[in-house]
């Protein structure tokens, strides 16, 4: 119940083009969902996150959508660029056990130019 | 703002060494967590330091173990190390209010057991 599951493992996306990656989750206890990338020999970095309250958000070209009756989420790249290559993970939280990130496995994002 | 720093960024250890593994989180943050990245994989929760205690703990066995300081800075040891143990182990900081916080998260140290 704790687990989250990300998908697809690796993207290949043309410039210019919309990268969408998804995660579902089964713990409803869940109510913080960020998204983070990470480069090569770097840690994560916080991309944008979700509360459960709303259905959307977004941040310049990244957008989380948020269904909250089928317990998924997902992060979209609009105008993708070859610097958005990098791994992105999905990660959820609960208020009750805060800052204990659950992370997905991961998506090999590759944008050519 | 330095923001989270860790040491050191590589380490090659022999198994049954002992290794520690230091973090210094971002100003004004109180709240330490520690991650296991394998390759490939997604980071795996650790435990959590606040206030100089032990918060929360992940399914790691005891070999793991750290500590926090007064100034919030905190270590990661591990005991006994196994090949298994060669990992990105990452410092993530936050800042304790009783909601969800972005945690911010340090280049890691890449742990190699040979």
């Known amino acids: 119940q704790q687990q989250v599951k990300q998908s697809p493992q690796s993207l290949i996306v043309q410039k210019g083009g919309i990268s969408i990656i998804n995660c579902a989750y089964e713990?409803?206890?869940?109510?913080?969902f960020p998204w983070y990338q990470q480069f090569p020999g770097k840690g994560p970095a916080l991309l944008i996150a979700?509360?459960?309250?709303?259905s959307e958000k977004k941040e310049g070209r990244f957008t989380i959508s948020f269904n909250k009756s089928a317990k998924q989420f997902s992060l979209h790249i609009m105008d993708s660029q070859p610097g958005d290559s990098a791994t992105y993970f999905c990660?959820?939280?609960?208020?009750?056990?805060?800052?204990?990130?659950?992370f997905g496995t991961g998506t090999r994002l590759q944008v050519f130019p | 703002d330095a923001g989270v720093t860790q040491s050191p960024t590589h380490l090659i250890k022999t198994r049954g060494q002992q290794v520690t593994l230091r973090c210094s989180p971002k100003?004004?943050?109180?709240?330490v967590s520690w991650y296991q990245q394998a390759l490939g994989q997604g980071p795996q929760f650790i435990f959590q330091?606040?206030?100089?205690?032990?918060?929360q703990r992940g399914n790691f066995p005891d070999r793991f173990s750290g500590h926090q300081f007064p100034n919030y800075s905190s270590e990661l040891n591990v005991n006994a190390l196994l090949l298994g143990d060669s990992a990105l182990y990452l410092c993530?900081?936050?800042?304790?209010?009783?909601?969800?916080?972005?945690?911010?998260f340090g280049q890691g140290t890449r742990l190699t057991v040979v």
């Open positions: 100003s004004g943050h109180d709240t």
């Open positions: 990660a959820a939280s609960a208020a009750y056990n805060t800052d204990k990130l659950i």
């Open positions: 330091y606040y206030e100089e205690e032990e918060r």
């Open positions: 993530a900081s936050s800042l304790r209010t009783g909601l969800n916080t972005e945690a911010f």
């Open positions: 713990n409803t206890a869940f109510d913080y």
């Open positions: 979700i509360r459960p309250d709303v």
